[in-house]
């Protein structure tokens, strides 16, 4: 079954995209926990973190690193925090954000957002990431 992850990613559904290599994808939240809250998501469609090849997580981890440090640069976030769920959507994904305290990683305060309002986001991240 074709996840809702890899509907975004094949583009037929819409994201805010700061990262794309053939491993993975980083699009931003519709659900942001912060500003510039990105999901880290392989193109495979792999569900449990811990059935991938080493390989895999590893690469997942690193471009995790990286937007962490563009969230973090474009957004003055004094902590970026790093949760991997996996249980709103069968596709493994990478939560990566800025936090200020532990009270950040609760899901009941993440806000919606419009792919319209992502865009300057995403844009202002993407040129963190350069």
């Known amino acids: 079954m074709t ?13 805010q995209f ?3 290599d053939d491993v993975c994808v980083a699009f931003l939240s ?11 998501v392989p193109r495979a469609e792999v569900d449990d973190w811990l059935s991938v ?3 895999l997580r590893q690469h997942l981890f690193g471009v995790a690193a990286s937007v962490g440090g563009a969230i973090r640069a474009a957004f003055g976030a004094p902590r970026v925090g790093l949760i991997i769920a996996g249980f709103e959507v069968p596709h493994l994904h990478v939560h990566v954000f800025g936090a200020s305290g532990l009270g950040d990683f609760d899901f009941r305060h993440a806000g919606t957002a419009s792919q319209e309002t992502l865009a300057p986001v995403a844009a202002r991240l993407r040129a963190a990431l350069v």
């Open 3 to 15: 996840t809702l992850f890899s509907r975004i990613i094949a583009g037929e559904l819409p994201g």
């Open 18 to 20: 700061v990262w794309t």
């Open 30 to 40: 519709i659900n942001p926990l912060s500003e510039g809250h990105t999901l880290v």
């Open 53 to 55: 090849p080493e390989e």
